[in-house]
């Protein structure tokens, strides 16, 4: 029996050790896997502004964590700190929501369909935030639309930044090499820096237009039809639907 995906290469750009289970389903399905992550989370080498910035924490009616890795280089010090019991706890989405869950958060508020700042905002408790204080743990810079939406709606918003996102490749060259030999047969990228990271990387090149681009979100999708690429969109965050979107178009 030929497997779905023999003969075909996708190329993941997560951080390696954020892609172990979609390699592995890729690989399952007789495919093989291109490890070229464009994001690598480092933590920072001094904490003491985001602790400043946290202190204290009972002065904060949300705190609200952007991603995982918020949670994972952010909740340690909440945890030292101590929170509140009246501090409520929100999440981009599920798997942010599962990481709290791991120090203990067992009610955070998450959207129900879209995982991103817009599907946060559209939820009735951040509706009308006159006299509320929020914290938004998250990593050096990145989208200021929540900050910004919820201090149009009457909040007060403090960024805690527990860690920064850089890109550990310099150039793009295996990615054009394996295009160019005709064996890269797509390219799953899952966060919109780590496109704009592929596109300061490819630019224009033709291999990266012709090369189909799988995405897990409908933001990403919209900012890789603007450069141009030809992209598949998931819908929705996960492995699994990642993977059923692999083997409907690879």
């Known amino acids: 029996m030929?497997?779905?995906?023999?003969?075909r290469q996708i190329a993941i750009t997560r951080p390696a050790e954020q892609a172990t289970q979609l390699t592995a389903a890729i690989t399952a399905a007789g495919?093989?896997?291109?490890?070229?992550?464009?994001?690598?989370?480092?933590?920072?080498?001094?904490?003491?502004?985001?602790?400043?910035?946290?202190?204290p924490l009972n002065q904060f009616d949300w705190a609200i964590f952007i991603s995982s890795n918020a949670v994972q280089h952010g909740m340690p010090s909440l945890q030292q700190l101590g929170w509140p019991a009246s501090l409520r706890f929100a999440a981009i989405g599920p798997s942010t929501a599962a990481s709290l869950k791991v120090f203990g958060v067992t009610q955070v508020l998450t959207p129900d369909m879209r995982f991103d700042s817009e599907a946060l905002l559209a939820l009735p408790a951040f509706?009308?935030?006159?006299?509320?204080?929020?914290?938004?743990?998250?990593?050096?810079?990145?989208?200021?639309?929540?900050?910004?939406?919820?201090?149009?709606?009457?909040?007060?918003?403090?960024?805690?930044?527990?860690?920064?996102?850089?890109?550990?490749?310099?150039?793009?060259?295996?990615?054009?090499q394996a295009a160019l030999h005709g064996q890269l047969h797509g390219i799953v990228v899952t966060s919109s820096e780590a496109?704009?990271?592929?596109?300061?990387?490819?630019?224009?090149?033709?291999?990266?237009?012709e090369t189909p681009l799988f995405v897990n979100h409908a933001r990403i999708a919209e900012q890789a039809h603007a450069a141009g690429l030809n992209v598949f969109c998931a819908g929705q965050s996960g492995d699994e639907a990642m993977m059923q979107l692999l083997l409907a178009h690879v």
């Not at 030929?2 to 003969?7: D, I, R, S, Y």
């Open 2 to 7: 030929t497997l779905p995906l023999a003969g």
């Open 31 to 55: 495919g093989q896997v291109l490890s070229f992550p464009l994001l690598q989370i480092a933590p920072l080498s001094d904490l003491h502004a985001f602790i400043a910035a946290i202190q």
């Open 127 to 176: 509706a009308d935030m006159h006299g509320q204080r929020v914290l938004i743990v998250r990593g050096v810079g990145g989208r200021e639309v929540l900050a910004d939406t919820l201090r149009q709606r009457g909040a007060t918003v403090v960024f805690g930044e527990c860690y920064r996102r850089i890109n550990p490749q310099a150039h793009a060259l295996p990615l054009a």
């Open 195 to 209: 496109l704009r990271f592929l596109l300061t990387l490819a630019g224009d090149a033709d291999w990266l237009r």
